[in-house]
């Protein structure tokens, strides 16, 4: 007859976790963990004995899975960015750096004599989205009718 040692339990929705330690008739300890998952036909039981000199053991396969199952869930966390600026700026000078007034009113000015996002790009060492953007940010297409 084994003797129970310690109990615990986690209940979450319709599964409730049950952790044991129990010693057996022989006086080997071991770890048992069972689920049980209400279904609408009763309760569906699972249990998983973990004996004493497998502890060790599987405690690190049981956290190398862990660690794993936190990677796959919520990937690598980045700077947040899928490239580099420094190699951005190599194609556009002014990539990523703030808009000055002069350089508002400048674009305001070679907006209004029709230069295209493309041509405005060039002269401002940005890309043709960063343009846009500022032309939206700035409203210049309501101002102007264009």
């Known amino acids: 007859m084994s003797k129970d ?9 319709r599964r ?8 057996s008739e022989k006086d080997d ?18 249990r998983l004995i973990v ?12 956290q190398k899975a862990l660690t794993k199952f936190k990677e796959l ?13 420094e190699k951005i700026r190599e194609a556009h000078k ?7 007034p002069e350089d508002d009113s400048k674009l305001e000015l070679l907006f209004c ?5 493309k ?4 002269i401002f060492g940005r890309n043709d989205g960063a343009i846009s953007s500022r032309i939206k940010k700035l409203e210049l297409k309501e101002k102007y009718g264009r």
């Not at 919520?74 to 490239?83: C, F, I, R, S």
């Not at 002014?94 to 000055?100: D, E, I, V």
């Open 5 to 13: 040692l310690y109990s615990d339990k986690l209940t979450k929705g």
């Open 16 to 23: 409730t976790y049950f952790f044991d330690i129990s010693k």
């Open 29 to 46: 300890l071991y770890l048992k963990v069972s689920e049980s998952k209400k279904t609408e036909s009763g309760f569906e039981h699972h």
């Open 51 to 62: 004996f004493e000199e497998d502890i060790k053991d599987f405690t690190e396969a049981f």
């Open 73 to 85: 869930k919520e990937p690598k966390q980045t700077d947040g960015k899928a490239y580099s600026v």
């Open 94 to 100: 002014q990539a990523y750096l703030p808009w000055t």
């Open 113 to 117: 004599e029709g230069k295209k996002v």
């Open 119 to 122: 041509e405005l790009a060039q």
